[in-house]
């Protein structure tokens, strides 16, 4: 069965640290590629996706994520964190053979910014 | 304003009682998507409507079941509520074809079951 593995749970960083969380999945097949956002008390929101073309896509808020095949891997980076930026990130994924596909999310990582 | 509007915001029933959640996609959207987010984990899929008829479904069992309407609304209704049914309910639309795979969420029907 598809499913998206995240690997930190809990990430703490100070202002203006680099971030970088990973994001792996498991399926052979043409993929589509999410990161959602779930900030304190809000609804999930969409921060960037992939579909196909360049592998670096960029999304709002100055966040950035690289789709590496090889490595099934989709990992979120953004060069200086904010205070703002504390919050949930989900990666998610579904299967390129129809847009209705269902998404499947990873357990998701709670990013916590010390001010 | 997420565009996808879900109704209640927050919901507390008893063990046994049934429960019916409503979801309104966003302008131009005709696919919905129901997922159940319990606390700290992701969401899971429970199963999708498309032209009122169920399209997809996760393995979560018959007592939870769901309808759309002509105007894209949809149900969920979950039977004979157990008290692992406590969770953060998210509907989540997206229009028609494209490659515009992104769903709009809206914020969730929080249900705890006592």
């Known amino acids: 069965a598809q499913s998206v593995s995240q690997h930190n749970h809990h990430v703490i960083l100070s202002e203006a640290a680099s971030l970088e969380l990973g994001c792996n999945y498991s399926?052979?097949?043409?993929?589509?590629l999410f990161w959602y956002v779930q900030y304190p008390g809000q609804h999930l929101q969409l921060l960037l996706k992939?579909?196909?073309?360049?592998?670096l896509v960029k999304g709002i808020k100055g966040f950035e994520a690289e789709f590496i095949k090889s490595k099934f891997s989709f990992n979120l980076r953004k060069p200086s964190v904010q205070w703002s930026d504390t919050a949930e990130y989900f990666c998610?994924?579904?299967?390129?053979?129809?847009?209705?596909?269902?998404?499947?999310f990873g357990s998701g990582t709670r990013l916590s910014i010390r001010p | 304003d997420a565009g996808v509007t879900q109704s209640p915001t927050h919901l507390i029933k008893t063990r046994g009682q049934q429960v019916t959640l409503r979801c309104s996609p966003k302008?131009?959207?005709?696919?919905v998507s129901w997922y159940q987010q319990a606390l700290g984990q992701g969401p899971q899929f429970i199963f999708q409507?498309?032209?009122?008829?169920?399209?997809q479904r996760g393995n979560f069992p018959d007592r939870f079941s769901g309808h759309q309407f002509p105007n894209y609304s949809s149900e969920l209704n979950v039977n004979a509520l157990l008290l692992g049914d406590s969770a953060l309910y998210l509907c989540?639309?997206?229009?028609?074809?494209?490659?515009?795979?992104?769903?709009?969420f809206g914020s969730g029907t929080r249900l705890t079951v006592v």
């Open positions: 989540a639309s997206k229009g028609r074809g494209g490659q515009d795979y992104g769903y709009t």
């Open positions: 399926y052979g097949g043409t993929v589509n």
């Open positions: 992939y579909f196909s073309g360049d592998p």
């Open positions: 998610a994924v579904n299967l390129g053979y129809s847009s209705a596909s269902k998404i499947i």
């Open positions: 302008s131009g959207h005709d696919t």
């Open positions: 409507y498309y032209e009122e008829e169920e399209r």
